[in-house]
């Protein structure tokens, strides 16, 4: 098979009418099947994380879209603005741009919070036939850990300035609301095979998380541990792990 993928840049809008960025991977030949992949927490779509595993996607045949969320990368908006449940719509609006100018999604990947997002949108992409987490918890609200020291600021100015990966970003007070007040039930609901990677030792996102996810999950389940990985899969080798292992399982789901 052909390694010579095609990379189109994409935009569409997301539900308040402003533009969000991204890359579609495709590969030589005709697609196996289309993909919809969500990054990280303040990743964009150029993180290596996601682009290594969606060009090996594409190398293996099946046509990724990757994507900045709302007030990231080269996507419109203002971050502190958003939060978990628009992150869910731009989902949605990524899953429609594919459904509308190529072909609906056959998969969704997502990796850490947007795993969750995965999670949480599946239910709004019905043509999705299958959901893969990379390091992902089971519920949105663990994202707090990230900035715990800030949240009485937070509570108290209704806004603070934080460090991400190294980066500063404004969370305000709604942000918060928002992933505390998530209602629970719509893993069990996928009605879905999925496939849950993590690393027992990510120092982010406790394995535990992964086994909570399984354990609410219905079968189709499957888990495959990353080993020694960190939890933005650095390393090269990591991501193409995944991807090909996730490129055999989804297989049986993809082009029908």
Request: charged share 25%; net charge negative; hydrophobic share 40%.
């Amino acid at each position: 098979m052909s390694k010579r993928n095609s990379r189109h840049k994409v935009t569409f809008p997301n539900s308040r009418g402003q533009m969000l960025a991204g890359i579609l991977e495709t590969p030589a030949a005709a697609p196996r099947g289309f993909a919809l992949f969500a990054p990280c927490f303040t990743c964009g779509k150029d993180v290596l994380a996601a682009s290594r595993i969606c060009r090996r996607l594409g190398e293996l045949g099946i046509a990724v879209l990757r994507f900045d969320f709302t007030g990231l990368g080269d996507s419109e908006g203002d971050f502190s603005e958003t939060n978990f449940s628009s992150n869910v719509d731009d989902l949605k609006c990524a899953a429609s741009f594919l459904r509308d100018e190529y072909q609906p999604a056959d998969l969704l990947i997502g990796h850490s919070l947007g795993g969750a997002a995965v999670l949480a949108a599946a239910a709004d992409i019905p043509e999705a036939k299958a959901i893969a987490t990379i390091a992902a918890p089971a519920d949105p609200e663990h994202v707090l850990k990230q900035f715990a020291c800030s949240l009485d600021t937070i509570e108290e100015h209704g806004r603070a300035e934080v460090q991400l990966s190294g980066r500063p970003f404004v969370i305000q007070k709604h942000f918060v609301d928002d992933v505390v007040g998530i209602q629970e039930g719509y893993i069990q609901q996928l009605g879905r095979p999925l496939l849950i990677y993590h690393s027992p030792v990510d120092q982010t996102v406790s394995i535990d998380e992964a086994a909570d996810i399984y354990n609410r999950a219905m079968h189709p389940k499957s888990f495959i541990s990353l080993d020694d990985a960190d939890h933005l899969l650095t390393k090269r080798e990591d991501a193409v792990y995944v991807a090909d292992t996730l490129a055999a399982w989804a297989a049986p789901y993809l082009g029908k």
